[in-house]
Each structure stands twice: as structure tokens, then as C-alpha cells.
């Protein structure tokens, strides 16, 4: 079998030739992942400190149940990234 680049390079070359706009995600163990969510139009997500607080709440107790890490995190007005 062939290594995990060897794979990820066959899975994309036949991607591209199916002419997909986007290829699916790949998930595997231990894989590192950028996460992203914006508002709709540039509006915004979080419309005040208690929101921003809720997630953070919800956030901690995800990573905990899913026994997942956060390196890092920014959360701006109309955009979340972790």
C-alpha cells in the first residue's frame, strides 16, 4: 500500500479529472483541520459578548466530549476560525 501522500496525490489527480469544483474532505486520525464560519453577506455571527461567550462555553464542551485540541482561535464580528 502506498503512502498517505501517495494517495492524497491519486485522490486529487482523479478529482481534477472528474472536473469536481471542490474535492471532498479527508479525515483521518490525528489530521489537523482549519475550521472557518462566516456570516452570510459579511453580517455578523456573533451580535454580542454573551454570544461570543456562549460559543467558547459550547466550544469547551465539544472539545471536551469529542476529546478533540484547539490550537488556536480568533473570533470577529462576522467570522470564527479555530
Known sequence: MG????????????VKRRGMARPLRLQFPGATYHVISRGNNREPIFLK???RLKFLELL????ERFDTRIYAYCLMRNQRLC
Do not use: A
Open 60 to 63: 469547551g464542551r465539544l472539545t
Open 49 to 51: 459578548d454573551s454570544d
Open 3 to 14: 503512502s498517505d501522500l501517495d494517495i492524497l496525490t491519486i485522490y486529487f489527480t482523479d
